[in-house]
């Protein structure tokens, strides 16, 4: 019904989690199927702790943490529903899918920010702009009764 514990989700070469981290659990849905929403449970809800994960490299740890922060329980799990499909099995693949772009998304550190400073050539451009702004500005007005 659910992925094994044998099974392991690979999300990159460096992030593998193991399906036994997973918690699943299962409810009636709410989308399309008539009386079938009534009596089958479609719904599935994946749980994870991600803060207890010890599969999950520190780095990407914290990252995921930092960016998903609103969407964690306070005891640190992410909790992930599908309802998407009328079948359990798809919806199950739908959470890890769903697990799997979360993860991909912070998998990768960003780019520290290297501060640059404008070239010489760059700042004589925007004071001319500016100059030639101001002088389109002053042509514009009315002459003064002074002139």
């Given at each position: 019904?659910?992925?094994?514990?044998?099974?392991?989700?690979?999300?990159?070469?460096?992030?593998?989690?193991?399906?036994?981290?997973?918690?699943?659990?299962?409810?009636?849905?709410?989308?399309?199927?008539?009386?079938?929403?009534?009596?089958?449970?479609?719904?599935?809800?994946?749980?994870?702790s991600v803060v207890q994960s010890k599969e999950l490299p520190a780095d990407v740890r914290e990252r995921f943490?930092?960016?998903?922060?609103s969407r964690m329980t306070n005891d640190g799990d992410i909790v992930i529903s599908s309802e998407r499909y009328r079948d359990q099995l798809k919806n199950v693949g739908d959470c890890l899918e769903k697990l799997?772009?979360?993860?991909?998304?912070?998998?990768?550190?960003p780019k520290p920010r290297r501060a640059v400073?404008?070239?010489?050539a760059s700042k004589v451009r925007r004071i001319t702009a500016?100059?030639?702004?101001?002088?389109t500005k002053q042509r514009r007005k009315p002459p003064r009764a002074d002139d």
């Open positions: 019904m659910f992925p094994a514990d044998t099974e392991v989700m690979q999300v990159t070469r460096r992030v593998r989690i193991p399906c036994s981290e997973f918690s699943w659990s299962v409810a009636r849905s709410s989308g399309p199927g008539g009386q079938n929403v009534n009596k089958v449970n479609s719904k599935a809800i994946l749980r994870w943490v930092t960016a998903f922060r799997r772009a979360m993860i991909e998304s912070i998998a990768i550190p400073k404008p070239t010489k500016k100059r030639e702004r101001g002088e």
